[in-house]
């Protein structure tokens, strides 16, 4: 496919600057591409001081569009995320001023922190792409991205995601602890100045939205496209899980499944191309039975239990067609 070998060449220059400041997470580096890629939002979900702000701050650095973060707390209005209209009295006339949501990228910082009728605010901008105050309705830039992140034992002064809200985040990242040896690198990396300063934006928006473009050319088998669809409709009649995915969770599984292969350099989706989004697209949206949820089971263990039952189709990777 033309085009695909300059989308991979320059996205893997974007996964080597971030792995510069991320050190040994190049999964998350590349999921938080593929979402990029395939026009979803990002729940980074993990333990404190695990590098959640500063993977997103990465991304952010290496693109050339506009940023902007957002410090979600207890006192943090809808205004204060969306903009608002204010009464002008030197021209007597009201002027519109924009909320740090009107950006390319938005970091939304522990976004459990604010009260539900602030984290309602980004339901119509991450599920609509645009922002409606006073009647009056606004495109948000393109390419647009939520990146939140949150703290999932700290429980304190923190208002739970709806549902709602987790069904507008394409993926929910866990990057987990570094090794020994890639904590040890990270002490030498950091020693003199954070890495992350020396970042330069490497992609335009233009760029991005024609990579965003190709990645519709990719090809996904029916087959394929029948077995991403039985993923998704086995969480719903699963005895273990009140509400299971949705349809907006199967669109978004099937455009982050041809963004992966773009990544990866390929025209084609694979099956392992959809059993490795799997967990990571599914989990969060998941709703398990009060007394699954009481005995341990997790989403998790769900998607992954569905994964191994669902019969894989025979594919043939050296022409592209399931069998």
């Avoid at 080597?16 to 729940?43: R, T, Y």
């Avoid at 995601?161 to 690198?185: N, T, V």
Wanted: proline residues 6%; contains cysteine.
């Amino acid at each position: 496919m033309e085009g695909l070998g300059q989308l991979q060449a320059r996205i893997q220059e974007v996964q080597n600057a971030v792995g510069k400041v991320i050190m040994g997470k190049p999964e998350a580096v590349e999921l938080l591409l593929a979402a990029l890629l395939s026009g979803g939002h990002v729940l980074i979900e993990d333990l404190p001081g695990t590098g959640k702000t500063t993977l997103a701050k990465a991304l952010a650095r290496c693109l050339d569009c506009s940023f902007q973060r957002i410090q979600f707390t207890p006192d943090l209005m809808p205004a204060d995320v969306t903009g608002y209209n204010y009464f002008d009295q030197k021209d007597e006339i009201f002027r519109f001023r924009e909320g740090p949501v009107i950006s390319n990228i938005v970091l939304a910082d522990e976004i459990n922190r604010a009260i539900p009728r602030t984290q309602s605010s980004l339901l119509e901008c991450m599920g609509e792409g645009q922002v409606t105050i006073d009647g009056v309705t606004r495109v948000l830039p393109r390419p647009f991205i939520v990146l939140a992140t949150q703290n999932p034992i700290e429980q304190e002064g923190t208002f739970p995601l709806p549902e709602a809200q987790l069904d507008r985040f394409l993926f929910c990242l866990h990057i987990g602890y570094p090794s020994s040896a890639e904590e040890k690198s990270m002490l030498h990396a950091y020693s003199s100045k954070e890495p992350i300063h020396a970042l330069r934006p490497l992609l335009t928006p233009v760029e991005l939205e024609g990579f965003k473009k190709l990645c519709t050319q990719i090809k996904v088998e029916q087959s394929l496209q029948d077995y991403l669809i039985d993923i998704c409709r086995a969480t719903r009649t699963h005895k273990a899980v009140a509400v299971g995915a949705s349809p907006r969770a199967s669109l978004g599984f099937f455009y982050a499944s041809r963004a992966l292969a773009a990544l990866r350099g390929r025209d084609y989706v694979t099956p392992d191309d959809i059993k490795y989004l799997g967990e990571t697209v599914l989990t969060h949206r998941l709703i398990l039975k009060p007394r699954e949820r009481m005995g341990g089971l997790t989403g998790a263990h769900i998607v992954q239990e569905i994964l191994e039952t669902i019969p894989v189709p025979v594919f043939g990777e050296e022409n592209g067609h399931a069998e």
